[in-house]
């Protein structure tokens, strides 16, 4: 059986990073963040959401842990607007090109401006979405932020 490449890992190789690719079990429907933390024996503090927002000036992506809540006032300060509010689900294909529960950070249709949780910085791995429900990848945080042109901020409710 043929392995399963995501335009993520296809990213990822033409840019000469490395990463581990997970695969977990799956309907048609998102599995919530937490789950996939739990499907994958990985510990919550390491696997991250990707959350799509809208603000006066665009489109704005944040990467936070998936037992995390994301606090739109800090959000809006890190990316320079007086407030952001997440997009609805009908609109994120057309925004991102993934569906809900499959999207990434990386390869998105355009490159957001994107803020990632500090959090990240403590670690030396992290878990995003491979851009397709059921499927992750694993790689340091320094990676992905340079790849995609991230910062990094304290973005998350206390």
């Known amino acids: 059986m043929a392995e399963t490449k995501t335009n993520v890992m296809r990213i990822l190789d033409k840019a000469k990073i490395n990463y581990n690719h997970y695969e977990y079990p799956h309907g048609k429907e998102a599995v919530d963040g937490l789950s996939v933390a739990k499907l ?15 603000g006066g000036g665009g489109y704005y992506v944040f990467v936070i842990p998936v037992a995390e809540e994301l606090d739109l006032k800090k959000a809006a300060r890190a990316v320079g607007e007086k407030s952001v509010e997440m997009i609805h689900v009908k609109d994120i294909n057309k925004v991102t090109g993934y ?43 320094k990676e992905l932020i340079s790849l995609i042109g991230a910062d990094t901020a304290d973005i998350v409710k206390c």
């Not at 024996?41 to 990707?50: A, I, S």
């Open 99 to 141: 569906i809900r529960g499959g999207c990434s950070p990386i390869g998105m249709k355009k490159l957001y401006k994107t803020v990632i949780h500090t959090s990240a910085n403590d670690i030396k791995m992290m878990i995003v979405s491979a851009g397709k429900i059921g499927y992750q990848i694993e790689l340091p945080p």
């Open 40 to 54: 994958l024996g990985q510990n919550p503090n390491q696997v991250f959401k990707t959350l799509v927002t809208h």
